[in-house]
């Protein structure tokens, strides 16, 4: 889609030509293009789409452009987007708007559907329920092949999805499920039931959203059915909005490991004291942490003033031990969430990281050793004392990197809270006991 | 799948009542319940796969038993197998195993495949060639929805997804699509070029897949064609590989923010000395810039001797002033991976971080002038050294985090490098300048 040429189309009013032109484009790319018009205007564009993609285009927008655009338009123009909205976007739109906006949508809603909607707004966010749509095909067992396809042809051009069929009996009890591919590739008089598949992979309403993206990838599915606690089927949910759960997934972990509270919210409108309250708590907590790594510096100070060289050495200390420890739980983290490590794998990851870390820790000891000593000529103590920390250091640094996020996991806590700044204090203390330690018994320091 | 249930059938040899309930299971489930046995019992267990199952299980199975399983079954049976899978699953699989079961397998695969199979293993990592697929329906233009229909039906079962069909001219150019949706609510006798959606999306063989998943994402698709730079139709992508992309393309960017080389293998099955390089290079790296760092230190040596004190702080200073510029880089790169941001919000950016920085600045500054002068007693002019080096850290490290990773964007560089370790040692070193020239200032200290 070209859009400086619509551009000036609309500057020029030539609105018969976009009309003309409109088929040729993506609904995505049509909503981007929307997105970048003013207020008015983009109502303007708005109304010249067709009846047919105006709804798709909506569910495309971006909230503030929804909100703007449900405010411009009328009664009757918003009840026809509404209307022909899949219901998981019409749930997920009418509890961003203002309040005035959503009774002027109720007013056209039909009794049934109002309640419907009250049910779905009630679920909990980030369930099954909240995901899910009602918009699929059920269809009964004795129904042969070719009544099926006739249904379809029916009914199906509402349906968000019609490439799996949900068989139900007559309580609404899900009993299998058939792909529209085997439908087409079935003879037409053969029965659902002798071609269905029975024992259905299914979700429960109040199921967690990332435990479905799991199942969704495990099973390379396309759309899931979902249940409620009769095991009725209420709804299903489809890839595309899993693929959004997965990317919110990743950025609320993104988020823990650099310890920002999560938000659903894009940064860019986001405002500044929303932004500095998810940030500064994590801040105050790892900053008071940070305050104990400098009472043990505290109470080593007559150690330090007596080798105030020792001191210069403590930020590499402390950085390659916080980084070490990080790299450690990052790979943890991440093997956990993707389903490959769990906790019967802890003596594994112990040992791994034992021996990884001693052969990372030695060539960053032997390293630093030739530095300190041949090249920038300190003590042979002092060189000693820096080598050895690092050893000691990384080892560590990696053993509890690697360990907490996997006990984290076990005690039923997000292993990603087990992130860089936490990992990083704690290692930060321990490397300073060791240094010191060490300081005191190769340079015979006394406290 | 009851595991427990089938392992004891399978102790107890009772393959035929396996056989009959093989039906019920779901192949993923089936190849977890493989991976768990061990090696001859594999074997064993996948022999008693009906046929129609057996390579789809196959394709879920890890490089590793798919390994044991194919060095262990006789040429005829992997012929079987290997003749079952759709390609793009035949090309990593051949990609993956050593070369004596390459050859047994090549042996049995006719000369126009062979060519296939290497032009396929010829393109590039991560690019969209390595991720097609060849089985797909391509139709012409003038056929009508019915003999489409039929074409389906002939050939559909071995297509790895007919929900959407390609509309090619005599030169394999890609004219438009059509979905199977189109073509079973259309009517029978409608010509294929009334109906089919021209200018459809497409990507070049050699497009990167994180662009190619970006294209999913924006267009809610289930499928893309490739063409290469004939632009000739040679294959699709499908959803499923997506979501793999989507998940590799994280975990690439999570190993980036803790400073680990980005790694395709699984953590428990990767090696430690693989490990390791690929965790030693960046603490190299950062354990060098850490030493400037010390030198910053060792240049202050005078005043941190005179005033001991000042020591105890340092690590609180650069923790909190390292996790301020994390949290701002780890938001503004994820914005950037979900398109949230661009090079022309910058401005934003530095002004939004600028005003959160000075907020959250001001207030843990504000505590520690509390905590150091009223709880602990320190001298005035230490509390105000602390403090006002903590809301300058801040404000530097927040507008620092903020700004590196679009400046790297726009370098044409990968955002997620300017991650927390890199932030850090930056942050570090300036907080320290800011620390001992306010000491020198406030204190009245001269070097």
Redesign the interface.
């Known amino acids: 889609m070209d859009f400086e040429r619509t551009m000036q189309l609309l500057n020029e009013k030539k609105y018969n030509i976009i009309k003309s032109e409109l088929g040729?484009?993506?609904t995505?790319d049509i909503a981007e293009f929307i997105e970048e018009l003013e207020e008015k205007q983009a109502l303007v564009f708005f109304r010249l789409l067709p009846k047919e993609i105006a709804s798709e285009v909506f569910s495309y927008l971006s909230v503030d452009r929804q909100a703007e655009i449900s405010a411009l338009a009328n009664e009757k123009e918003l009840a026809n987007i509404v209307a022909d909205l899949y219901f998981d976007d019409k749930v997920d739109y009418l509890e961003e708007m203002p309040a005035y906006v959503v009774k002027k949508i109720l007013r056209n809603t039909s009794e049934a559907e109002r309640k419907l909607i009250n049910q779905f707004l009630a679920y909990p966010e980030n369930s099954a329920g909240s995901l899910m749509t009602i918009e699929f095909v059920d269809i009964k067992k004795e129904l042969t092949v070719s009544e099926v396809?006739d249904k379809?042809?029916k009914t199906?051009?509402n349906k968000e999805t019609?490439?799996t069929c949900y068989v139900t009996d007559s309580w609404r009890h899900l009993l299998g499920t058939i792909s529209?591919?085997e439908l087409?590739?079935a003879d037409v008089n053969t029965k659902i039931e002798d071609i269905m598949h029975?024992?259905p992979?299914y979700v429960n309403t109040h199921d967690d959203q990332e435990d479905i993206a799991d199942t969704?990838?495990?099973?390379?599915l396309?759309a899931i059915p979902v249940v409620d606690n009769e095991n009725r089927l209420v709804g299903i949910i489809t890839?595309?909005d899993?693929?959004?759960v997965?990317?919110e997934e990743?950025?609320e972990?993104?988020?823990k490991?650099?310890?920002?509270a999560p938000s659903d919210e894009?940064?860019?409108n986001t405002g500044?004291?929303a932004?500095?309250r998810k940030?500064?708590i994590?801040?105050?907590v790892?900053?008071i942490s940070?305050?104990f790594?400098?009472?043990i510096?505290?109470s080593f100070?007559s150690t330090?003033?007596s080798v105030?060289?020792l001191?210069?050495?403590?930020?590499?200390l402390?950085?390659?031990g916080?980084?070490?420890g990080?790299?450690a739980?990052?790979?943890?983290?991440?093997?956990i969430v993707?389903g490959?490590?769990s906790f019967k794998?802890i003596f594994?990851?112990f040992w791994?990281e034992l021996?990884?870390s001693l052969?990372?820790g030695s060539?960053?000891g032997f390293?630093?050793f030739i530095?300190i000593f041949f090249l920038e000529r300190y003590s042979f103590p002092i060189a000693l004392t820096v080598s050895a920390t690092m050893l000691f250091t990384?080892v560590i640094a990696k053993v509890i990197g690697g360990m907490l996020p996997i006990i984290a996991k076990k005690l039923r806590l997000d292993p990603a809270i087990m992130s860089?700044?936490i990992i990083?204090?704690i290692v930060?203390a321990v490397t300073?006991i060791i240094y010191f330690y060490f300081a005191m018994w190769f340079l015979k320091i006394s406290v």
């Open positions: 040729n484009y993506q995505a396809l379809i042809r199906g051009p019609i490439y529209l591919k087409v590739l029975t024992g992979i969704f990838k495990k099973y390379d396309l890839i595309d899993i693929v959004d997965i990317e990743n950025t972990d993104f988020y490991m650099a310890a920002v894009e940064y860019i500044v004291l932004l500095s940030r500064i994590w801040l105050l790892l900053m940070a305050t790594t400098g009472y510096i505290k100070e330090l003033s105030i060289a001191s210069a050495f403590i930020p590499m402390m950085n390659t916080g980084n070490a990080s790299q739980s990052a790979i943890v983290i991440r093997s993707l490959e490590l794998d594994k990851v791994k021996r990884i052969l990372v060539v960053l390293l630093n530095r990384v860089t700044p990083s204090t930060d300073l």
